[in-house]
């Protein structure tokens, strides 16, 4: 390589050193929240991040909301209230969600007096 050619490649290889180093590191704007790379799920017609929210009747909730189901309540996000009949006697039951609300409640379900 010829001298000229040396000092050309030193000084393209500086600039570009320069300019690279010039602009810093990216900065994100205070009070947002990256949403790239992050899970967004639709809920009706509006988006939602399920580790912070839930879709419940068409509506985005927070994880942590509760809901009254006799005189127990249950996360709506992780949990359902049943209906549960024994022979003439009505109760509620907490389930696992998706669980199915007709099966006898197990060890895992709540049972819940009618009274709230």
């Known amino acids: 390589m010829t001298p000229r050619r040396c ?23 205070t009070g947002s929240h990256l949403l790239l790379c992050q899970s967004h799920t639709r809920c009706g017609d509006k988006f939602y991040d399920p580790q912070q929210h839930c879709c ?28 549960w009949q024994l022979l003439s006697q009505q109760a509620f039951v907490v389930k696992v969600k998706g669980q199915n609300c007709s099966l006898a409640p197990s ?10």
Request: proline share 5%; with cysteine.
């Open 7 to 29: 000092v050309l490649a030193i000084s393209a290889t500086l600039c570009l050193l320069t300019l690279l180093h010039s602009h810093g590191a990216p900065v994100s704007p």
């Open 56 to 83: 419940y009747d068409d509506a985005v909730v927070p994880l942590g909301r509760t809901r009254k189901c006799g005189n127990c309540t249950f996360r709506i996000c992780f949990e359902q209230c049943c209906l």
């Open 107 to 116: 060890l895992d379900d709540r049972v819940c007096s009618s009274v709230s």
